[in-house]
Structure formats: structure tokens, C-alpha cells
């Protein structure tokens, strides 16, 4: 080893901090493994821990030698990944932050070399039942957010997780009245899911107003995923120009109204990635908070004045993935919305009910209005398949089937017609 580092230090420290911060960037993909190759770490159907990260490579290379230890601990990119899981990362947040903040008088805000990527997740209140455990619950969680609030304008990705309505006031507390502005935040993943124990404890959980995050001040977000999490929808401004877009386990009661989410998609014409997990725009409700049957982009003359009256156009859209999604419902919001040249596509739709399928989903899935009644296995013939009815089949390179109501004669003609077909996924046990 002493041989080899010796033959490295001949190098110019511009040279090795650039292989030091190649080697913490591969680690650091451990992160991000997310199936729709997206920048989120959680994902909305996984209950467990569905990350792995530790900073092996910095702390390593910052032990082999005095030279080594010298450039490692002044390039600031081998530590501004800050994560947190157990209690013990606290002590090696406070150094990490340490050793990546800026120096001398430049304004902290600009100088992109500092930016941190911070990742927090909890663990339910009554899970941590010994005075020994490590993990993360309500006080832990207060003193990372002592740690970090200060430096919010340098915060350029936030994942956080919470498993309880504890740590979730704790967050609200954090993100709507100490934070501040987020000046350069590009990433903001909010996870937030529990057991319920009881009616009771659901409506507390959801009963609150959602806070204000960041002052509204995050003017260059461009990967939003809110899992069980709402926002004051009409309040947020930011909402556009995203490039990711992740709604997922949201109850009716706290989605987005339908004029939200046109301005969100509309504002949006370079979104890539469109994830839905039992969400999505509300589609209509009485003055009783029931469903209505009158959807929610609808008026007397049958179109609401004060919305566009054209579809949306996602022309630019690559991912689409579509996860335990009722099938009139589905059928509804994609009706309004146009994405030509979607290269993947992942559907996990089933129905409970024997008497539900998906035929409707999947007519407006593939844009042909004229087989609204048909069976799925009509939908799925070769004839009805074949462009311009289904206009992105002929760029679908991706398909992921992890669920679906068809039969095996319907989802052989819909293969027949992706002829750039590449990567293909199929869970036969739900397909």
C-alpha cells in the first residue's frame, strides 16, 4: 500500500481530488438505485429500508497518509453527503458539515461547491423501545434539524422519512417555520407513512392544514416526490418547471385540486418522469365531501371557463408509471393529458373487485376513445394496437408489468406491437 500511494502522490492534488470524488460519487449511487431512474432514495412501495449508504470511501482515503488526509479533507464534494439513520451519524453529520463548509467571506448561497445532499430517516415512536437504541425518533430528529436549518441556502437535495405523527410535527415545525428559503434545493423527496392504530390516529394525522415549506423560496426545484405528504397545493408556487414528479399514498381528501394539477403539468413542459402511487389530481366532490359526478375540470356547459380547454401536452415525458390506480379514475385524468414519446412504462394495476378491470384505463392509457366498453382483450388486439390510436407504442423501449388483469392472448398482441422494444419485465404470478 505504501508503494502504491507513494507512486499515486506524483500526481497533482487537482488530479487526486478529482479520483476522490469520482470514488465517493460511485459509492454515493448506492443511493439512488430507484427503478423509474429517478433521484429519490425512498420508494412509496417499499416499507422497509430500501437504502444502503455508508461513506467508506472518504473517510478511507482521507487515513492512507498525510498527503492523502490533506486533499480529502479540502475537497468539500467528499462530504456533503449527509445521512442520517441511527443516532450515531449525528456526531459524523456535525464534522462532515464541517469539513465541506465554505471558507473566507464568500456568501455560503453561491458557492456550489458546498451544496449538501442530506437524507433522514426515522423510525416509529413506539418502535424504539430501549434506552440503548440507536435509531432515529423524535429527539434525534430535533437535534439534525438544529444542525441543519442553519445552513438551508446551501441544501441542494432533501429525502426525509417519518414513521409516526411525532416525528411528522417535528418536520412541520422544521420545513414551515425555521428553515427559511432554499435557494439552490433542486431535490425534495417527503415520505411520510405509519401504521394507524385507529380511526382516531388517522384523522389527527391528516386533519392539519399542510405548513408552508421554505418560505415558498425554492426557485430551482426540479425533482418533487411527496409520499403521504400534502402541501398547501393553491400556496405553493414552485410547483412548476419539474422535471420529476412523484404523488404517491395521498387519501382524496388531501390531493391536489384538478386546477393545481393542470397548472403543475402545464407549467411542467419538460417533465421526464411521471410516478403516481394511489394518487393524483381529485377529480370532483359535493358540498358533502363525497365524489361527485361531476368531474372536476367539468361545469354547466360542460367545461370549466377558468381552465385551458386543450389537453396537456407532455411531449417530453420518458417514464410513466402507474401503481394501484382505480380504474375509472385512471381513466379520467389521462383522458386530459397527451404523451406521445414515453420510452418506459411501468403498470401495477389490479382490482380487488371481480366486477372492475381496467379496460377503460387502458383505452385512454393508449388514446383510443372509441373502445371505452370493450374488453381488455379487445383493447389489447393487434388491430386496435397499431398507431396512430396508441401513438407512443412505436417508442415504447421499457415496459415493466408488475401487475395487470389481462389475458394471456391480449398481453401477447400488445407485446407484438412494441417493435423498439428492449427491456421487458413481467411478474407472472400477478399478470
Not at 87 to 107: D, K, N, T
Not at 250 to 270: A, G, N, Q
Request: proline residues 7%; glycine residues 4%.
Amino acid at each position: 500500500m505504501a508503494w502504491q500511494s507513494s507512486r499515486f502522490d506524483s500526481f497533482p492534488s487537482e488530479v487526486v481530488a478529482m479520483i476522490f470524488e469520482l470514488g465517493t460519487f460511485t459509492e454515493l449511487g448506492k443511493l439512488q438505485h430507484s427503478p423509474n431512474q429517478t433521484p429519490f432514495v425512498f420508494e412509496s412501495s417499499c416499507k422497509s429500508n430500501d437504502y444502503s449508504y455508508s461513506p467508506h470511501f472518504p473517510i478511507l482515503v482521507s487515513h492512507v497518509s498525510r498527503k492523502w488526509r490533506a486533499i480529502a479533507l479540502n475537497t468539500p464534494a467528499l462530504w456533503s453527503t449527509l445521512f442520517f439513520d441511527h443516532a450515531s451519524h449525528l456526531e459524523r453529520g456535525r464534522v462532515f458539515l464541517e469539513r465541506c463548509s465554505p471558507r473566507g467571506s464568500s456568501s455560503p448561497e453561491f458557492c456550489s461547491g458546498y451544496f449538501l445532499d442530506i437524507v433522514i430517516a426515522t423510525v416509529p415512536f413506539k418502535r424504539k423501545t430501549t434506552q440503548d437504541d440507536d435509531s432515529i425518533s423524535k429527539e434525534e430528529l430535533e437535534e439534525i434539524f438544529n444542525l441543519l436549518v442553519p445552513v438551508t441556502v446551501r441544501w441542494r437535495s432533501f429525502c426525509l422519512r417519518v414513521r409516526d405523527n411525532t416525528c411528522k410535527k417535528v418536520a412541520r415545525d422544521a420545513l414551515g417555520h425555521n428553515c427559511g428559503r432554499a435557494p439552490n434545493l433542486e431535490t425534495l423527496q417527503l415520505y411520510h407513512f405509519e401504521d394507524y392504530n385507529n380511526v382516531d390516529e388517522l384523522i389527527e394525522a391528516t386533519i392539519r392544514d399542510p405548513v408552508i415549506c421554505f418560505a415558498n423560496n425554492v426557485p430551482k426545484l426540479k425533482h418533487l416526490s411527496l409520499i403521504g405528504v400534502n402541501l398547501p397545493w393553491a400556496q405553493s408556487p414552485y410547483l412548476e418547471g419539474l422535471d420529476t414528479l412523484e404523488l404517491a399514498l395521498h387519501p382524496e381528501k388531501i390531493r391536489p385540486p384538478y386546477e393545481v394539477w393542470d397548472r403543475i403539468l402545464r407549467l411542467s413542459p419538460d417533465l421526464r418522469n411521471l410516478i403516481l402511487h394511489y394518487s393524483g389530481p381529485k377529480v370532483g366532490w359535493d358540498e358533502e365531501g363525497s365524489p361527485s359526478s361531476t368531474l372536476a375540470w367539468q361545469g354547466d356547459d360542460l367545461w370549466r371557463s377558468d381552465l385551458p380547454s386543450g389537453k396537456i401536452i407532455l411531449d417530453k415525458l420518458e417514464v410513466l408509471s402507474l401503481t394501484d390506480m382505480d380504474a375509472p379514475y385512471l381513466t379520467k385524468i389521462l383522458d386530459r393529458i397527451q404523451f406521445p414519446n414515453v420510452q418506459r412504462l411501468v403498470l401495477e394495476l389490479t382490482s380487488e373487485e371481480e366486477d372492475s378491470d381496467y379496460s377503460d384505463s387502458s383505452v385512454r392509457l393508449f388514446h383510443n376513445s372509441n373502445l371505452s366498453n370493450s374488453s381488455m382483450s379487445t383493447i389489447l388486439s393487434v388491430e386496435n394496437l397499431k398507431p396512430p390510436l396508441f401513438p407512443f407504442l412505436h417508442t415504447l423501449t421499457s415496459l415493466t408489468l408488475s401487475a395487470l388483469d389481462c389475458k394471456p392472448s391480449a398481453l401477447q398482441s400488445l407485446l407484438a406491437c412494441l417493435p423498439e422494444l428492449i427491456e421487458l419485465e413481467i411478474d407472472f404470478q400477478r399478470v
